[in-house]
């Protein structure tokens, strides 16, 4: 079975003050890891997919990475306009799997 | 180009009651895949449909149950409905072979 753990929980920075939020998983044949942004409410917005260990992917402040068991959200120097749950999900190709295994998020507030 | 949409925005409903969600999927998209989230927690994997069959399924009673038109277009049903079905219900559309997966701005269902 498929699991996803991102920590920390909940993440409180100043503006400016840059950090990681991990993603942590298990997965039998990773077809693909994603991160997605989910304001309070409303649908996950997509932000990066990443299929194998080494590969990085940046969008303005945030750069996403990939190991063998972890992936990392860099958010650097950022604003108030950044506060939000952000998700990670796997989807694996063990057994013809299709649906995405999510985590609980990290709920990210940047105070100015 | 529109996104994913789903309807209604917000439901409210009473225990043993029926429910029909739809979703339009993203221009040029095939698949569409139905989440269940429940408050502070990640998304749930209900089902996915693809040339309007049901592709794969989640851990979701019989209860929940789906259909995909010609025309890509989606609809998940929920019979009987228990208190605990009281969620944030998300679309996602995607093209088939490509596992990036769009959402929608989801339908809030409240069962009283």
């Known amino acids: 079975e498929d699991q996803v753990t991102q920590s920390p929980e909940a993440l409180r920075l100043q503006e400016g003050e840059s950090s990681s939020l991990n993603c942590s998983y298990t997965?039998?044949?990773?077809?693909?890891l994603f991160w997605y942004r989910q304001d309070p409410g409303k649908g996950p917005e997509f932000l990066f997919t990443?299929?194998?260990a080494g590969e990085e992917k940046e969008k303005e402040r945030l750069k996403a990475t990939l190991t063998k068991k972890e992936s990392f959200l860099h958010i650097t120097a950022p604003k108030p306009e950044d506060s939000a749950t952000y998700l990670c999900?796997?989807?694996?190709?063990?057994?013809?799997?299709?649906?995405?295994?999510f985590g609980k998020g990290t709920h990210l507030i940047i105070q100015p | 180009d529109a996104g994913v949409t789903q309807s209604p925005t917000h439901l409210i409903k009473t225990r043993g009651q029926q429910v029909t969600l739809r979703c339009s999927p993203k221009?040029?998209?095939?698949?569409v895949s139905w989440y269940q989230q429940a408050l502070g927690q990640g998304p749930q994997f209900i089902f996915q449909?693809?040339?309007?069959?049901?592709?794969q399924r989640g851990n979701f009673p019989d209860r929940f149950s789906g259909h995909q038109f010609p025309n890509y277009s989606s609809e998940l049903n929920v019979n009987a409905l228990l208190l605990g079905d009281s969620a944030l219900y998300l679309c996602?559309?995607?093209?088939?072979?490509?596992?990036?997966?769009?959402f929608g701005p989801g339908t809030r269902l409240l069962v009283l």
């Open positions: 996602a559309s995607s093209s088939s072979g490509v596992e990036t997966q769009y």
């Open positions: 997965v039998s044949g990773l077809r693909g």
């Open positions: 990443l299929y194998s």
């Open positions: 999900a796997v989807q694996g190709s063990g057994g013809g799997a299709d649906g995405l295994t």
């Open positions: 221009s040029g998209h095939d698949t």
């Open positions: 449909y693809y040339e309007e069959e049901e592709r």
